[in-house]
């Protein structure tokens, strides 16, 4: 979710969604929990620390049915790996996880498999080409149903971005 907490944000602003939350630093939860009671949105987001940072989905789900997981994973294997330094000072965690975001991907895969009732539509976000190519054939092997798309028409500076989804369930989007 991030400190932020952008996409709660945005969901119920926009789309009235309602959300469960998860992140594993306690700055972060603490920031969304401050941004999400200034805005009265008790109701609609509900924040959960992920007490094991080597883990995504367990332990924070509970009996619920969800239609939808976003999902921003750190992009790099360690600080070290960005190779333009930032100007704005991410917090570690946030930026860097083991293997980096394909490592973070294979981990969600690999936990979606045990919840394939739970959540309709699995999504996440990825930095790199390179990752997005490796994920999208490792994925088909897994999955009933798998979407991808570039952010946006037009590139935009430097950055591009690509987004996943996928479904154990037959369904359609």
Not at 55 to 79: Q, T
Not at 117 to 125: F, G, H, P, Q
Request: hydrophobic share 35%.
């Amino acid at each position: 979710m991030g400190a932020s907490c952008i996409f709660p944000l945005i969901g119920v602003n926009e789309f009235q969604w309602e959300f469960l939350g998860t992140d594993i630093d306690d700055r972060a939860i603490k920031n969304a929990k401050e941004i999400v009671n200034k805005n009265k949105l008790d109701e609609w987001i509900k924040i959960i620390k992920q007490g094991d940072p080597k883990k995504i989905l367990e332990g924070v789900l509970d009996k619920s049915k969800f239609d939808l997981l976003i999902c921003n994973p750190p992009f790099y294997h360690s600080v070290d790996e960005r190779k333009i330094p930032s100007t704005y000072k991410l917090n570690p965690v946030e930026e860097s996880t083991e293997g980096g975001e394909v490592g973070f991907i294979q981990r969600l895969l690999q936990e979606s498999q045990k919840h394939k009732e739970d959540i309709r539509w699995y999504t996440t976000l990825i930095g790199k080409k390179i990752d997005f190519e490796f994920i999208n054939r490792y994925i088909k092997h897994f999955v009933v149903d798998v979407k991808q798309t570039r952010m946006g028409t037009i590139d935009q500076g430097k950055n591009r971005r690509w987004v996943i989804a996928w479904s154990y369930l037959d369904s359609t989007i």
